[in-house]
Structure formats: structure tokens, C-alpha cells
């Protein structure tokens, strides 16, 4: 059996250091070392990263893209709230990007606090535009788009919700999204259930669990279980 182990990407992605700032005063962080540490649990074959963060330090969040990249086991991330700037950056290291129909990506270019002369501006200005460069390598690699593209959207400051995210590649799949309308290809001599079925049964069976009515007749949920499988109406 396959073992799969939960990685938080919560609160500030800052460095290592900062990191022990941050756990000395309990406020939630995430930093390489700690990653690291989570992915090196042997007894794990994948990796699920659950991801709601406002982003942080360019080179922390490539440190933590890259270990998940290089740990060769199947990673799926699930995008639960906001995934903005260095977080967005960490989700492209999924395997599988799958993202809530209530949260958002943000992507946008790098930034720095600065003083200097005119010389030390240009200069920063460079390495900015080098920074930008390999995040949107991130996102390339994602979503096959062009790289000035991506920039482009970068410079715009690009707020993507689920469906555009899953529309501009940036997620694999919406999660929770199940449709009804979803064919079953058959092979078969009768027909199989309904997806439709499948859905109003598994929440017959939430209910009967939620509710706990030992004293409702047997007979009576079998009723309703059978006219689910045969697509008969009633309320559930």
C-alpha cells in the first residue's frame, strides 16, 4: 500500500533563519529546512502539499520548488485559499495542480526594498528582471506558455481564479468538481450505474451516517438505495 504524506505551505515562505524566528514566537511559516525534513520521511511515496499562502522570499520558494522537483515521488497540490507570488511559484512543483473553486493564484513580478545611487538602481533593476526570468521559467514549465507571456502577465499582476487557472494551465483540475453529466464508457452486456447515481448515493450514505437513525426499517433505505441505482425519482 502506497503511504502518502501532508505538507503545509502556510504563512510567510521566508529562509531557514528567519524561519526559526518565526517558530520561536509561534508564527507560522514556511521554510526550506522544514520542508526538507517532511520530504525525507522514507516511509512516504507521495507527497500532498496543501497550499494557502501570501507568498515571500523568491529564493526560499525556489530552494522548496526545487526539492520537491528532484524528491522523485508523485506530488499533488492542492491550492486551498490564495497561492500568491513565491507560493505560486512552490504549487508549479505538482506532479498534479488541483485548486479550490474558491481560492485564487496570483503571479507578479519580484520586488526589492533598496537604497542607492543611480548606478545601484540600474543595477538592481537587472537583477530583477533576472529574478522575473526564473519564476516565469516556473510557470513555463507549467503551462507550456511563452515565457513573454508569461511575463507580460507577471507585469500585470495576474489574479487567476479556479477556472482560469485550469484555462491558462496553471492548475490541472478544479477540485470538488464533479459533473453529473460525466459519460461512462462501457463494456458490458448491462448498463452500469449513472454517475448521477453514483453522486446521490454516496450522499444518502453521508446522510444515514450524519443522522444515525438506527430506528428507521431496513427495508425502507434499501428502497431508496435500489431506486438511486435505478434512476427513479425521489427525494433524497
Known amino acids: 500500500?502506497?503511504?502518502?504524506g501532508k505538507i503545509d505551505i502556510k504563512g510567510d515562505i521566508v529562509s531557514n533563519d528567519v524561519g526559526e524566528f518565526y517558530e520561536f514566537f509561534g508564527m507560522s511559516s514556511t521554510y526550506p529546512k522544514?520542508?526538507?525534513?517532511?520530504?525525507?520521511?522514507?516511509?512516504?511515496?507521495?507527497?500532498?502539499?496543501?497550499?494557502?499562502?501570501?507568498?515571500?522570499?523568491?529564493?526560499?520558494?525556489s530552494e522548496i520548488y526545487t526539492m520537491l522537483r528532484d524528491s522523485e515521488k508523485n506530488v499533488?497540490?492542492?491550492?486551498?485559499?490564495?497561492?500568491?507570488?513565491?507560493a505560486s511559484v512552490i504549487s508549479m512543483a505538482g506532479d498534479t495542480?488541483?485548486?479550490?473553486?474558491?481560492?485564487?493564484?496570483?503571479?507578479?513580478?519580484a520586488s526589492v526594498?533598496?537604497?542607492?545611487?543611480?548606478?545601484?538602481?540600474?543595477?538592481?533593476?537587472?537583477?530583477l528582471n533576472g529574478i522575473d526570468e526564473s519564476i516565469a521559467m516556473a510557470y513555463e514549465?507549467?503551462?507550456?506558455?511563452?515565457?513573454s507571456d508569461i511575463l507580460q502577465l507577471m507585469a500585470n499582476?495576474?489574479?487567476?481564479?479556479a477556472k482560469a487557472a485550469v484555462d491558462k494551465g496553471f492548475a490541472d483540475e478544479i477540485m470538488f468538481n464533479e459533473s453529473d453529466d460525466e459519460p461512462i464508457f462501457e463494456n458490458a452486456i448491462h448498463a452500469l450505474p449513472s454517475k448521477a447515481a453514483i453522486n446521490k448515493f454516496k450522499n444518502?450514505?453521508?446522510?444515514?451516517?450524519?443522522?444515525?437513525?438506527?430506528?428507521?426499517?431496513t427495508n425502507s433505505v434499501r428502497e431508496r438505495k435500489l431506486a438511486i441505482l435505478l434512476n427513479k425519482k425521489g427525494e433524497i
Not at 1 to 4: N, Q
Open 113 to 127: 526594498s533598496t537604497v542607492g545611487n543611480s548606478d545601484d538602481l540600474e543595477h538592481e533593476s537587472e537583477v
Open 141 to 147: 514549465l507549467k503551462t507550456g506558455m511563452k515565457q
Open 34 to 61: 522544514k520542508i526538507q525534513q517532511a520530504i525525507l520521511n522514507d516511509e512516504d511515496d507521495e507527497i500532498i502539499l496543501n497550499v494557502a499562502s501570501n507568498g515571500g522570499d523568491v529564493f526560499a520558494a
Open 204 to 217: 444518502l450514505i453521508a446522510k444515514e451516517k450524519l443522522n444515525k437513525q438506527p430506528s428507521q426499517p
Open 1 to 4: 500500500m502506497r503511504k502518502i
Open 157 to 161: 499582476e495576474t489574479w487567476l481564479n
Open 97 to 109: 495542480v488541483r485548486i479550490s473553486p474558491t481560492a485564487q493564484i496570483m503571479i507578479h513580478k
Open 76 to 86: 499533488t497540490v492542492n491550492i486551498q485559499g490564495l497561492a500568491a507570488s513565491a
